[in-house]
């Protein structure tokens, strides 16, 4: 590719004479393109998403067949297909969706395993496990999550305060769980909801100017 300075055209094709006025033309550099096209990968993987949808449908329906026919107290086939599902989401939310932020791709996943254990405990005649331990335990995951990403990213710590306020109105489900006799052991779930909230105090207090800007600026305070 050349252009000619004399007719100040572009020549897209090898040639060392320009066809109008007959001068040389000077080559121009053929510049790569700085970004990847990462096109054909996105169609791969939503090829393999969706591949993977159809087989799991299918395995599910000869799940729930077999689960049918042999049934022994135990609708595994739901377990089963709760966690296609599950992966399913993964691959479609967290993986292919470039609309949400990282953050909101961890709780939901984080929530979405959540409901998901609680539903194995369901299924197998439900013993509390879920909703006693692994309910609070998640809550605790989390903020210890949120906690590590703060020392990771000093420089916007208080990007997180948002996050640690959702955190702690997340930790009161389990002591409304404790108040309706679902939640059982308390002492998980308080120690959680503790958690929650020393967290977001210990980063107003320590954040100080630069955290009461955040929060003035996230609830539009003046």
Known sequence: MGRCRQCNVRILDNTQICP???????????????YPDIRFWVRKLNLVVRIFLFTAILMEVLLVYINYKYFQGIWWSVICGAGFAYLYFIARFAILNDNAGYRSKFLLLTFAGIIYVILIDYVIGYHGWSVNFVLPGGLLFVDVAILFVMFLNRRNWQSYIMLEISMIFLSMLPLVLIWMDIVTES??????FAVSVLLFLGTLIIGDRRARSELKRRFHVR
């Open 187 to 192: 002492f998980i779930s308080w120690f959680a």
């Open 20 to 34: 109008l006025c007959k001068c040389v033309i000077e080559q121009e550099e053929q510049m790569e393109n700085a």
